[in-house]
């Protein structure tokens, strides 16, 4: 997906997937270099936005709680929309952001709480080093080490870069669904035992693994997401997932009279 000439961007979206990426509704691998989107809402879910080290520049972001934060490259920017929040990113001039953005669903019983969000800087992130592989864990927690907690529900976001013949295990909580994008190079995931051979910009989600190893003759990077699926029905519309009809015309009846508020 292209828009303008300064975003560029490779979309995974729920639907296409049979369910597969719960608690995820959809992840954006993107590059953008001009404002978009301009200011827009969300509600009954998490827009968590992850700045890779390789981004220039800033990444200014603002939204209706009256943040006002240039991300630096590297950074973990975390808007628990809740019952609705307004929002608006856009690199600074001259900067260069490439970054995911991941929308998480919220359980039913969060969707209409008041919204909250959570910076975490670059700096602030622990790093597994080893033979081979560098990982930053963003939040959540592995081999023992634990990144900050999300203002929502528990969940692991790791960006994991790997040297030649790198390789790196996680061993994923119980019963957590984990979703693994493969950002460039080629890499090898072996699922409890099972190879699969990923390329650059290719995705593979699991429920309930154990471990999972990553391994790259070449080199490469990936970033593992993980948490425990939802297995709630919800209704979307745009950037609105909401547990059924009625609370989606809701919101939508709420944004157009101006009360999720606003970025001034």
């Known amino acids: 997906m292209t828009r303008g000439t300064g975003f560029e961007a490779l979309s995974f979206i ?7 990426m719960d608690p995820l509704i959809m992840v954006d691998h ?3 270099t001009e404002p978009t989107f301009g200011p827009h809402a969300h509600a009954g879910i998490s827009a968590v936005t992850v700045l890779f080290e390789d981004s220039t520049g800033s990444f200014r972001n603002r939204d209706s709680l009256g943040n006002d934060i240039e991300l630096a490259r590297g950074d973990l920017y975390w808007l628990k929309a809740g019952r609705g929040a307004v929002h608006d990113e856009a690199p600074t001039p001259g900067s260069r ?3 995911l953005q991941i929308f998480v669903n919220l359980p039913a019983a969060q969707k209409l709480e008041a919204p909250s969000a959570r910076h975490v800087a670059a700096t602030e992130m622990p ?20 990144g900050a907690t999300p203002p929502a529900l528990p969940f692991t976001i790791l960006d994991i870069a790997l040297q030649a013949n790198g390789r790196f295990t996680h061993r994923a909580d119980p019963g957590d669904a984990s979703w693994l994008h ?4 080629e890499i090898d995931v072996e699922i409890n035992g099972t190879c699969h051979r990923l390329s650059s910009d290719t995705a593979l989600a699991t429920h309930g693994a154990e471990e999972i190893r990553v391994l790259s003759a070449e080199g490469g990077q990936a970033v593992l997401l993980g948490g425990m699926p939802l297995r709630e ?3 979307q519309k745009g950037p609105f997932a909401m547990r059924d009809a009625s609370q989606l015309a809701a919101v939508i009846a709420a944004h157009a009279a101006g009360e999720l508020g606003s970025i001034d």
């Open 127 to 146: 790093v597994i080093e080893g033979l081979g592989h560098r990982v930053r864990v963003m939040t959540g927690k592995s081999n023992g080490v634990t």
């Open 30 to 32: 993107f590059t953008m």
């Open 97 to 99: 952001t490439h970054a």
């Open 182 to 185: 493969v950002i460039r190079g």
């Open 14 to 20: 729920h639907r296409q997937l049979d369910g597969l």
């Open 233 to 235: 029905p919800f209704v």
